[in-house]
């Protein structure tokens, strides 16, 4: 680490929160989940209410919800839209933070308290957690890096970030969010629905505003990989399909500028036919099925409002980590030698 850093050093106020969980016909998800995420919040200075989002589930979610715990709020979705139920009752909550979960998790007891006082800090948009596989055996995500290569947008993990550091992307299921900043990006675009790149949508158009996004690696969420998206769409294979579809749209959205976009474009098709070729289904068949909704993905980009070039905070992130302790923040720039 660089000997001639500028630390920064907000105030160490802690936010109010509250903890969303999103489920449809997730009882068994949830009487795994519950009892770790009730530990979790008692240890959040001023309470942390736990509000579970149901999306019209047709088992007995609700009424089960409803008799063993009745500390936590149930809301229903006007519909089963996914993760995008979740915009309307951010709109809605009052508290400075959201923190929005999956329900096929478990938790550490402090993953929510140790990520609160990042807020504290004007710029930052959301705190992502680590994650692990269900026995905590595997790291499944940590520190996203995101790069642009031959007209082509890349993200990969960094799995062994071992303090809290930038990162591309807030996990939809594992993060904080800053509400007031959700709200006025519009929350999860429904351009990517049902599922897969609208966290790192949203995060993507939280940097170009010029707001940060933060990992903590002491933030521990287990997570059964996949569970409950694998049973709503049809298996692995539909699920890969539509991560390349979101793909393609996620970049034609948010990467670059006007220049990237074309050249993207240009080079789509040349791309479908390789990888039909090469038997590569999910990519051709994903990229295919994304054309319909190609020219919503543009109009977006045309009236996104940009602050930041995503050349310099993709450099950014992989030049900053963040040092916590005693209740302070403070960032560090990596010296580049």
């Not at 489920?23 to 579970?52: D, F, I, M, Q, W």
């Not at 229903?76 to 309307?88: G, K, T, V």
């Not at 990969?156 to 807030?170: F, I, Y």
């Amino acid at each position: 680490m660089s000997s001639n850093v500028q630390p920064l050093r907000p105030d160490s106020s802690t936010p109010t929160c509250c903890v969303l969980v999103l489920t449809y016909n997730g009882r068994s998800h949830l009487e795994r989940c519950l009892p770790s995420l009730l530990r979790a919040v008692r240890k959040v200075p001023g309470g942390c209410p736990v509000v579970v989002v149901d999306n019209r589930s047709t088992d007995e979610s609700v009424g089960w919800l409803q008799q063993q715990y009745r500390e936590v709020e149930v809301q229903i979705a006007e519909r089963n839209d996914y993760l995008f139920s979740l915009n309307r009752v951010v709109a809605s909550r009052s508290e400075d933070v959201v923190v929005i979960l999956n329900n096929d998790m478990h938790f550490d007891d402090d993953f929510i308290a140790v990520m609160l006082p990042y807020f504290s800090s004007a710029d930052v948009f959301a705190v992502s957690a680590r994650v692990l596989d269900w026995d905590g055996t595997h790291i499944t995500a940590g520190q996203r890096i995101g790069e642009k290569r031959r007209l082509w947008f890349y993200k990969s993990w960094n799995l062994e970030a071992g303090q809290p550091c930038l990162t591309l992307d807030a996990g939809g299921g594992c993060a904080a969010f800053r509400r007031s900043m959700y709200v006025e990006l519009g929350g999860f675009d429904p351009l990517y629905r049902p599922a897969y790149w609208e966290d790192t949508d949203l995060s993507y158009r939280a940097w170009r505003r010029g707001w940060k996004v933060i990992h903590e690696p002491n933030s521990i969420i287990y997570h059964r990989v996949s569970a409950t998206m694998d049973e709503t769409q049809g298996g692995r294979s539909a699920v890969t399909r539509l991560i390349r579809r979101n793909e393609v749209l996620f970049a034609l959205r948010n990467v670059g500028g006007w220049g990237f976009a074309v050249g993207y474009l240009a080079l789509l098709p040349i791309r479908i036919v390789r990888n039909a070729i090469m038997k590569n289904h999910a990519f051709w068949q994903g990229a295919l099925q994304s054309l319909p909704r190609i020219p919503a993905a543009l109009m977006r980009r045309s009236t996104d409002r940009f602050q930041r070039s995503d050349d310099d905070f993709l450099q950014e992130i992989q030049q900053r980590v963040f040092v916590t302790g005693n209740n302070r923040t403070e960032d560090y720039e990596l010296s580049k030698s």
